[in-house]
């Protein structure tokens, strides 16, 4: 996931490559339009030093887009692993589902698989949300507005589901021709920002 505030988005960076190498394996965030989004992954059973490696690829991919969230499906990664930072701390969960949501938060989402474009989008505003750890404990997490949102977003790619899954047939068209349009502008144009609500 991404954030909306302009304090994420440093005009001075020179890359604009969204792709990292490490460990000689080249990791690229895919973007909408890539059937790997729309796939379900895999659950990890086994927590061994190659799927530590891969949490660590993934913080350097999201870091550098940069963004708060990343699912290992976006960097086409088959398995139900996802990241975060949004406390300048690293944060790993395994097998991650959402067990309970209660009431009602709008907010501007953003994803790094559907670049320049935020969707005012309502979901719950509070979840609990229960996984593992790298370490093999499970964890439970209460979570409320952005952090709640996050989760959200990120369990929903993990099950291959993306933000234009969630809007009604005509929200969708609309938000497809705004991402399409925006596609066409140079990387650092100005974010497009839709409503739905
Ligand atoms: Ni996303």
Redesign the pocket.
Known sequence: ?TMTTAATQSSDQTSTSQSVALHSVTYEIRTFGDPVLKAVAEPVVNIDEKLVRLTDEMFDVMYKAPGIGLAAT?IGVQRQVFVYDIAEERKVILNPQIVESSGEWVYDEG???IPGLYVEMLRPKRILVRGINLDGNQVEFEADELLARLFQ?EVD?LNGVLMFDRMTPDQRREAVTLYRAREGQPKDAEPYHLKLV
């Open positions: 996931m976006q994803c790094l698989s977003h790619h």
